[in-house]
């Protein structure tokens, strides 16, 4: 009964390649989010949608696309990789700006670039 | 005047003890302030969150306190143990955005 459940686990691919991330919740939030973790463990916002829009659009490499094709998924989608993109990433949830109720995390994507 | 600086680093505490984690921010405007803990392999969890209106707020074992004047807060974990060791991220937002702004994270280990 996972509340925000991402997919896959594990990704390794080689330079150049294009991936895609997945990313799914069930607790009815209208709002969900993209983040990567470092090897630092330092947390980077990279995107958020509220109800299917775009409200956060972090200064990232424009390789990077997410799609939402409705309030419960999250998708990712990266094209040309690089071993700069290795990391670990985050898909979040949330009930709109009802902060007290806070973000729900995935278990995360290990992304590794070779 | 967006960060959050959190210090330490990492912190070692035997078991029983007090843990201790501080966090700083330089906007006045934030009123949320959270504290998510991570164990490895697992996304942050929320584990505690006070807003400004407060000093204190403690649930079970943890406690934030809250510096309004001084634009601090931190975590104390009373008793710590084993089980506690993870990483822990301070952060804060303000009003209706649906942005945190993260602290660095503090890698705790208990050690028994």
């Not at chain 1, 390789?63 to 040309?80: E, G």
């Not at chain 1, 700069?84 to 973000?103: E, K, P, T």
């Not at chain 2, 330089?26 to 407060?54: C, H, M, S």
């Amino acid at each position: 009964d996972t509340a925000v459940s991402q997919t896959p686990k594990y990704l390794v691919t080689q330079m150049g390649n294009d991936k895609s991330i997945k990313c799914e919740q069930n607790l009815g939030h209208d709002t969900m989010y993209w983040y990567k973790q470092d090897s630092k463990k330092f947390l980077k916002i990279m995107f958020s949608y509220n109800n299917k829009e775009l409200i956060i659009n972090e200064t990232v490499p424009n390789r990077f696309s997410p799609k939402s094709p409705d309030k419960a998924h999250l998708n990712l989608h990266i094209n040309s990789l690089e071993l700069g993109d290795s990391a670990v990433y985050f898909c979040a949830s949330s009930q709109g700006d009802r902060h007290h109720y806070g973000y729900t995390f995935g278990s995360g994507t290990r992304l590794t670039v070779v | 005047q967006q960060q959050v600086k959190q210090s330490p680093q990492s912190l070692i505490v035997q078991k029983g003890g007090i843990s201790i984690i501080n966090c700083a921010y330089e906007n006045t405007a934030f009123d949320y302030f959270p504290w998510y803990q991570q164990f490895p392999g697992k996304g942050p969890a929320l584990l505690i969150a006070i807003r400004p209106d407060v000093s204190e707020k403690k649930e079970g074992r943890f406690t934030i306190s809250f510096n309004k004047s001084a634009k601090q807060f931190s975590l104390h974990i009373m008793d710590s143990q084993p089980g506690d060791s993870a990483t822990y991220f301070c952060a804060a937002s303000k009003g209706s955005n649906y942005q945190l702004i993260w602290g660095a994270g503090t890698k705790l280990i208990i050690k028994p």
